[in-house]
T-cell receptor
């Protein structure tokens, strides 16, 4: 199957700093990538949809100025958590949608990035 | 997207077939049924998807009822590594392709 990578796998930072997370589709081109967040013992919640070359679409309640998304190429999307605070500590997961396959385009997920803000 | 209902947890003996049910009674005619699983502290893994016909791949089989209101994911010979949370998701083919994750079924394979 298609492979999606994320970097870093885990990061610890001080409150007030910014953290960038990269999401790459390794063996396919992804016109659309998605960013999710998962708190302990909860399910995944979609944060935003990222389309290559255009602005991301954010879900209700997600601050676009705090969670900056850039999708500059067909294989790379980045999520920057600006001025991170302890409540931003979470498991961040990206997915990439294979552009081929017509109506059956499948999303493949990265391994996730665990963020801990002290 | 149509809402799905899954049992919160199930156990299955190692080596036996694991049958995970999912109800999606409000599914629309063009919506696909997708199954993913999430092993602890990892990103979700795609398993299989289908529209109307039953599907099989190297990981699992998907049985969709004729009225499409429910489906069953079958892991034919469960191993300990199949212990995970399994999510059944209904997705539109075009346009809004967001995946809405419910609470899933926590499958525990018993040695």
């Amino acid at each position: 199957g298609a492979v999606v990578s994320q970097h870093p796998s885990r990061v610890i930072c001080k409150s007030g700093t910014s953290v960038k997370i990269e999401c790459r589709s390794l063996d396919f081109q992804a016109t659309t990538m998605f960013w999710y967040r998962q708190f302990p013992k909860q399910s995944l919640m979609l944060m935003a949809t990222s389309n290559e070359g255009s602005k991301a679409t954010y879900e209700q309640g997600v601050e676009k100025d705090k969670f900056l998304i850039n999708h500059a190429s067909l294989t790379l999307s980045t999520l920057t958590v600006t001025s991170a605070h302890p409540e931003d500590s979470s498991f961040y997961i990206c997915s990439a949608r294979d552009g081929a396959g017509g109506s059956q385009r499948t999303q493949y997920f990265g391994p996730g990035t665990r963020l801990l803000v002290l | 997207d149509a809402k799905t209902t899954q049992p919160p947890s199930m156990d299955c003996a190692e080596g036996r077939a694991a049958n995970l049910p999912c109800n999606h009674s409000t599914i629309s005619g063009n919506e696909y049924v997708y199954w993913y699983r999430q092993i602890h502290s990892q990103g979700p893994q795609y398993i299989i998807h289908g529209l109307k016909n039953n599907e099989t791949n190297e990981m699992a089989s998907l049985i969709i009822t004729e009225d499409r209101k429910s489906s069953t994911l079958i892991l034919p010979h469960a191993t300990l590594r199949d212990t995970a949370v399994y999510y059944c998701i209904v997705r539109a083919p075009f346009g809004n392709e967001k995946l809405t994750f419910g609470t899933g079924t926590r499958l525990t394979i018993i040695p």
